[in-house]
């Protein structure tokens, strides 16, 4: 019962952008862990 | 802080945003249910949704969020884009002990965080050691907000300097004090809800007059990679180590901040604490990433070409400053978000306040020398408490800002997060293993804390990006280990962990 010229994304660099967009990824999972796991 | 003079009816539209607190304050005291230290440090049977979100928010959300992260993105550019990972790391810690500990706390009536060390280890003296230590730890978190209030008053008013610092500091640290002795826990708790949601705009505010000044974020990379290429470009090897240390440091050492441990206490319901820590995983985005783009954008403007890296924790008031002069629509935008700061720092010191006067009130005075005592005793007892350490504090405040050399308290800050990880193997490993030993994580923390500040002087490790708390807390989790599967000595801890 857990790597030259930087293409721009929204105004930030690739890595910024791409980091950021992991950030929110990890949000998502926490909230989601929090609902599927959490005792009543 | 920069100069930013406030005229009468800025400085009223202040006021009254800090009477109001006072206020909240008499609610609380008339809200109260019995005059005992579970209504006075938890407001009774706890709080819910909308006010645990909010007091967790306004309380990890400091001035230092738009002080200290501003300044370090302005000095290092988009690499301090770890803070939005660190304050995440905080959330997913949570999931780990969070609702073991609340289901613990309302069947033992917790009131402090080493009541669950006492319950789960009944060790007495690493139940004192630990409170100690974040007592210690916290003690110059709250010395900070006291000193950036009095640096805030300083920067809005036209007063001699020293004066303003001075007149600052008290009348903040009173009207604070006012409202937490009338209503406890619960003025705390609503008064984070105010100071909590103007915080929110504030951080909004912010957003929108620097990227409407400043020009966006397209532009502020452009102006960089020319001057500064370093503060767009992918970090190098030291800055990567030290974004995973500080993801390991804040993540397990600001999931341990007491005040944060008492409010998964005070949440009303499992349900209440599983929605408030759900939603508490997207909050860095709305407020440490804002903090980042600020600091770019500032890096890059002509306006602020002038200040230094030393001077960089004034990006914030320069911003302000500079924004203000545009129309009066400005300058009251900039009113409000000065109101802002003033609650973040409020909202975090007194919620430190009243921890440090819980523990010292139910772990050292009632646990260790009067036992017998009453409740209501023991609630006049923490009221007195949170005065005295007060008073000490305001007055380490004003002395460290009259010195000619003013000391950095940058180097106190990383220490609070040092020592608070080393309870980890306590509160997070107690949780989940029934077989550590009760003597184990007494010596394992005070292995970990010796290992810190012996590596405070040498500095050698700590320069290769690895926090001195990271190798502490290794050395404590071997200890710890070491001394749970040693075959002699004592008996194993009872099992009262979560079932």
């Known amino acids: ?37 959490w005792p009543s | 802080m920069s100069n930013i003079p406030l005229g009468p009816a800025e400085l009223g539209f202040i006021a009254v945003y800090l009477l109001s607190l006072i206020g909240i304050g008499y609610c609380g005291m008339r809200a109260r249910t019995e005059n005992s230290l579970k209504d006075f440090y938890l407001a009774g049977s706890g709080v819910g949704f909308l006010v645990l979100v909010l007091t967790l928010y306004a309380t990890q959300y400091s001035g230092n969020t738009l002080f200290a992260f501003t300044g370090k993105t302005y000095r290092i550019g988009y690499a301090w884009l770890m803070s939005v990972h660190f304050m995440m790391a905080i959330i997913v810690v949570y999931l780990v002990f969070a609702p073991g500990l609340h289901r613990l706390a309302k069947r033992e009536s917790f009131i402090t965080p080493a009541d669950f060390l006492e319950h789960r280890f009944s060790h007495r003296p690493y139940t004192v050691l630990a409170s100690i230590t974040m007592v210690v730890a916290i003690g110059n978190y709250l010395l900070a907000q006291l000193t950036a209030m009095g640096l805030l008053l300083q920067g809005m008013t036209t007063f001699e300097p020293q004066t303003a610092f001075v007149a600052g500091v008290i009348l903040l640290a009173v009207i604070m004090l006012v409202y937490e002795t009338l209503g406890g826990f619960r003025a705390v708790a609503w008064t984070d809800v105010i100071q909590g949601g103007i915080l929110m705009v504030g951080f909004a505010i912010l957003l929108f007059v620097v990227l409407d000044h400043f020009g966006g974020l397209a532009k502020s990379f452009e102006t960089l990679k020319e001057a500064k290429p370093e503060k767009v470009a992918a970090p190098d090897a030291l800055t990567i180590r030290r974004w995973f240390s500080y993801i ?19 949440a009303r ?4 604490l599983r929605n408030g820590v759900a939603t508490m995983a997207f909050l860095p985005l709305t407020a440490s990433l804002i903090a980042v783009f600020v600091g770019v954008t500032a890096a890059a403007s002509p306006e602020l070409a002038t200040l230094t890296d030393a001077d960089s924790d004034r ?18 935008l900039i009113v409000v978000l000065l109101a802002a ?6 909202s975090t010191a007194d919620s430190v306040l009243l921890s440090v006067s819980s523990m010292l009130t139910k772990d050292i005075y009632h646990r260790q020398i009067n036992p017998a005592a009453s409740e209501a005793r023991l609630t006049l007892i923490g009221k007195s408490m949170s005065w005295v350490v007060v008073a000490i504090m305001a007055a380490i405040a004003i002395y460290l800002n009259s010195l000619e050399n003013k000391p950095t308290l940058v180097k106190l800050m990383d220490m609070k997060f040092d020592m608070l990880m080393q309870l980890g193997p306590g509160f997070i490993l107690g949780m989940h293993w029934r077989g550590m030993k009760p003597s184990a994580p007494f010596w394992g923390l005070v292995s970990g804390l010796a290992l810190v500040f012996a590596l405070y002087p040498v500095g050698t490790l700590t320069n290769w ?6 190798f502490g807390l290794a050395f404590n989790l071997l200890v710890v280990v070491a001394l749970s599967k040693w075959p002699l000595g004592q008996a194993r801890s009872k099992g009262v962990l979560e079932t």
Do not use: K
């Open chain 1, 1 to 37: 019962n857990a790597y030259g010229e930087q293409p721009l994304v929204l105004g930030m660099p690739l890595w910024v952008a791409v980091s950021t967009g992991v950030s929110f990824l990890i949000s998502c999972l926490a909230a989601w862990a929090a609902f599927r796991t």
């Open chain 2, 315 to 332: 990006v914030f008031g320069e911003v302000c400053r500079i924004v203000m002069d545009e129309s009066p629509f400005h300058r009251w």
């Open chain 2, 465 to 470: 990006g690895i926090h001195a708390g990271v």
């Open chain 2, 269 to 272: 319901s499992q349900r209440v």
């Open chain 2, 248 to 266: 390991v440091v804040v993540g397990i050492g600001g999931a341990l901040y007491p005040q944060a441990i008492q409010r998964i206490y005070a």
């Open chain 2, 341 to 346: 700061v003033l609650a973040a720092l409020m």
